[in-house]
């Protein structure tokens, strides 16, 4: 079964979706603490070539319910895209590949929990 994430309506609002993807190395951290309040930060550890970086570059190349792999990301999972189209920039060049259709993949995703305080620290 397939969800259009493209466009939805609640109310009076339109909500839409799109994603940009990059890939590299990125720092993750957790902040705050105060008033049991923490917000998760993450950052490029490669300037101007990072993950958040390439997905500035991606993202805007994504119209409503599209996904837009910047280049460097692109190599690492080309061979699990069927259909795909490159996007070129205002100076001609590959800025994204709009990724349209997937080979069936199943994936095992591990996910670390975030640290926590000893009570007395809270």
Do not use: C
């Not at 490669?46 to 460097?72: D, F, L, S, W």
């Not at 692109?74 to 069927?82: I, K």
């Not at 994204?96 to 000893?118: G, N, R, S, W």
Request: hydrophobic share 40%.
């Amino acid at each position: 079964h397939k969800i259009d994430l493209s466009v939805r309506r609640v109310g009076d609002v339109v909500l839409s979706l799109h994603v940009g993807i990059g890939a590299g190395k990125a720092r993750f951290v957790f902040v705050g603490g105060m008033y049991q309040r923490w917000e998760y930060l993450m950052t490029d550890l490669e300037k101007n070539r990072g993950p958040i970086y390439q997905m500035g570059i991606a993202e805007p190349q994504a119209e409503p319910g599209e996904t837009a792999v910047h280049p460097i990301a692109f190599d690492l999972v080309s061979d699990l895209v069927l259909q795909s189209t490159p996007v070129l920039d205002k100076k001609l060049q590959l800025s994204a590949y709009k990724v349209h259709k997937l080979k069936k993949q199943e994936f095992k995703l591990e996910i670390d929990t975030p640290p926590t305080l000893p009570e007395e620290n809270v």
